[in-house]
Antibody, heavy 124, light 106 residues
């Protein structure tokens, strides 16, 4: 069974870089035509798509965050990563890694698999 | 960006009631639409994809309908384990979510 697990610091200082990794088990990132993504949820608020990446490295980002985020993939380690630059308190959220539900080779799809989430708090 | 407006933002219903949640898109999105259930402290769970297709393992009391700009999630006989927040999502243009509907038991 496919499992996704986020890892990374729970506390980041304002203006610094938030870095998270999603390790995939029970399946290989480069074995299918799926997109792997990041979604975040500020405490008590709704969901926001951050971006998605293909095993080849092709990426798509939320236009509202595109200037401050980067997603990368390391197929040899079967994981993908997120960086959010110049963070502020508004970046405090639970960050989820995901996999799409269709494997059509297109990022624009629903999310079938989710990690348990990693709360990141930005401190001043 | 396509905006999704969910209503109501919260509701309270009795066990066995039929519950309906709606989501309206700011422009037509065909059937590029999904519903999720999120319980406190947990990751969202996919319930419905492509507007009306039930995800494997999801109870049959959940159903989705709609196309274009108006979509509905129906829980036909509300159960205590259905207490959660429900989110809609469109994937026609970029990826956006509705604001959520919190469902409680009366």
């Amino acid at each position: 069974q496919l499992q996704l697990q986020e890892s990374g610091p729970g506390l980041v200082k304002s203006s610094e870089t938030l870095s998270l990794t999603c390790t995939v088990s029970g399946g290989s990132i480069n074995s299918g035509t799926y997109y792997w993504g990041w979604i975040r949820q500020p405490p008590g608020k709704g969901l926001e798509w951050i971006g998605s990446i293909y095993y080849s490295g092709n990426t798509y980002y939320n236009p509202s965050l595109k200037s401050r985020v980067a997603i990368s993939v390391d197929t040899s380690k079967n994981h993908f990563s997120l960086k959010v630059y110049s963070v502020t308190a508004a970046d405090t959220a639970v960050y989820y890694c995901t996999r799409d539900g269709r494997g059509s080779g297109w990022y624009g799809i629903y999310f079938q698999h989710w990690g348990q989430g990693n709360l990141v708090t930005v401190s001043s | 960006a396509i905006q999704l407006t969910q209503s109501p933002s919260s509701l309270s219903a009795s066990v066995g009631d039929t519950v309906t949640i709606t989501c309206r898109a700011s422009q037509g999105i065909s059937s590029a639409f999904a519903w999720y259930q999120q319980k406190p402290g947990k990751a969202p769970r996919l319930l419905i994809h492509d507007a009306s297709s039930l995800e494997s393992g999801v109870p049959l009391r959940f159903s989705g309908s709609g196309a274009g700009t108006d979509f509905t999630l129906t829980i036909s006989s509300l159960q205590p384990e259905d207490v959660a927040t429900y989110y809609c999502q469109q994937f026609n243009s970029y990826l956006t979510f509705g604001g959520g509907t919190k469902v409680e038991i009366k």
